[in-house]
Each structure stands twice: as structure tokens, then as C-alpha cells.
């Protein structure tokens, strides 16, 4: 994912939501976003072992 990519994401994130942040609001929401990118990409991509167990699921 390129940093334009994350830009417009999180532009049209916030505009569909309804907010209305000051540009230098916008651009640490961006920042962020990105710093999230960023320590996710070094390990979304891993495989995960067959012997891991799924995680419980919740039932109220």
C-alpha cells in the first residue's frame, strides 16, 4: 500500500463518516494510518502453524 493510497483511505474514511478535521488533524490521522501499515505489514503476511487453535468465539 503506497502512502497515496493510505492518504485517500483515510480522506474518504473520514468523509463518509462525517467528519470534518482541520487539514493538520487529517495529516496525523494519515500519519497514524500509516504507522499502523506499517507495523502490520511485518507480520500480516506469516503463515500461522496448523496446530495454533482458532480463537473462542464469543455468545451472550
Same mark, same amino acid.
Given at each position: 500500500m &503506497? /502512502?497515496? &493510497?493510505i492518504?485517500?483511505?483515510v480522506r !474518504?474514511a473520514? %468523509?463518509l *463518516?462525517?467528519?470534518a478535521?482541520?487539514?493538520s &488533524?487529517t495529516? /496525523?490521522?494519515v500519519q497514524? =494510518? !500509516?504507522?499502523?501499515?506499517?507495523?502490520? %505489514?511485518? =507480520? %500480516?503476511?506469516?503463515p500461522l502453524?496448523?496446530?495454533?487453535? *482458532? %480463537? *473462542?468465539? =464469543?455468545?451472550?
Amino acid at each position: 500500500m &503506497t /502512502q497515496e &493510497t493510505i492518504d485517500q483511505y483515510v480522506r !474518504s474514511a473520514l %468523509a463518509l *463518516s462525517g467528519y470534518a478535521l482541520r487539514e493538520s &488533524t487529517t495529516e /496525523q490521522v494519515v500519519q497514524q =494510518f !500509516s504507522r499502523i501499515h506499517d507495523i502490520a %505489514a511485518g =507480520f %500480516a503476511d506469516e503463515p500461522l502453524p496448523v496446530e495454533l487453535e *482458532s %480463537a *473462542s468465539v =464469543f455468545r451472550p
